[in-house]
């Protein structure tokens, strides 16, 4: 048994009520973590009536730190604070291992994607089941160099929309940060140190990139790697809030699917023609199950 993490800003709480959903219904975790502001509370009580959501507030997992504080020290770097948001929802996840009770292993699911079906994460031999993907982005790297002078060791990105922590992993990671910098700080501000100022603004840290990597040379063959048919621009075909229709669709195909709300401009007519052929093949198919 083991609980899943999902940070949640307000603009993702209705894709959000539909993943929750979807995870209770493919792998029923023990704990569902809602990590988000806590005036964002109230929207999950319904779920929490049904089904073993937890809600916490963003500002209580690690202490001294939150969104107003990484987007000071992004100002004070002379950037653009409008991704403070983005390293701080990172920070949650890395530091979800510390949560009272958590489980030996956590699942990190991102709130804006839809399981379809069942998915087994650990291995007969209690490997880590990892989705590669072919990203590549190189200060990723730089920052992982810094942080614990060592480079990526696989021919394959970590990130995906998902991942499955060991907690006493997570744990050795963020030690290792600290035990590595040469000032006292917090690990979350020697991170930020280490990224490449111009980058604060962008995309100069992964915790997917690191943790990933740091598990694989301090613990080899932790990892097994498995393919999953998976979509990443659901929204662009079927809107920021797919259906029952539309999930039922993807389902025949695909293990998960993400609904990225920035995706959707400029597709009405698409969505809408989409949207009718869900409907359609939902009807069509005497064997449908999914929504049903």
């Not at 929204?235 to 029952?244: L, S, T, V």
Request: with cysteine; glycine share 4%; hydrophobic share 40%.
């Amino acid at each position: 048994m083991y609980d899943a993490i999902m940070p949640v800003t307000h603009q993702h709480n209705n894709i959000a009520h539909v993943s929750i959903v979807s995870l209770m219904r493919n792998v029923a975790p023990r704990h569902i973590y809602v990590i988000t502001q806590k005036d964002n509370f109230p929207f999950f009580e319904r779920l929490q009536e049904i089904y073993p959501v937890v809600t916490v507030d963003e500002n209580s997992v690690i202490p001294e730190i939150n969104l107003p504080s990484i987007a000071k020290y992004i100002e004070n770097a002379g950037q653009n604070r409008a991704r403070a948001g983005w390293y701080f929802q990172q920070f949650l996840k890395m530091s979800a291992c510390y949560l009272p009770n958590i489980t030996d292993h956590y699942l990190i699911w991102d709130a804006d994607t839809v399981m379809l079906k069942p998915i087994h994460f650990l291995s007969e031999k209690n490997q880590t089941l990892i989705k590669p993907s072919s990203e590549y982005h190189q200060p990723y790297f730089e920052t992982y160099k810094k942080l614990l002078d060592k480079t990526r060791n696989v021919d394959f990105s970590f990130i995906s929309e998902h991942f499955f922590i060991k907690s006493a992993y997570m744990k050795e990671l963020i030690a290792a940060i600290e035990e590595h910098a040469s000032s006292k700080r917090h690990w979350v501000w020697t991170i930020m140190n280490a990224v490449e100022p111009k980058l604060l603004s962008g995309a100069g840290f992964s915790e997917y990139e690191t943790y990933g990597n740091f598990v694989n040379t301090v613990h080899p063959e932790t990892f097994v790697l498995r393919p999953l048919k998976t979509i990443r621009y659901g929204a662009r075909r079927f809107g920021p809030i797919p259906n029952r229709y539309d999930l039922y669709r993807l389902s025949l195909s695909h293990s998960y699917a993400s609904f990225e709300s920035w995706d959707t401009e400029g597709r009405p007519l698409k969505i809408w023609a989409e949207k009718l052929l869900s409907a359609f093949i939902y009807y069509a198919n005497p064997r449908r199950y999914f929504g049903s």
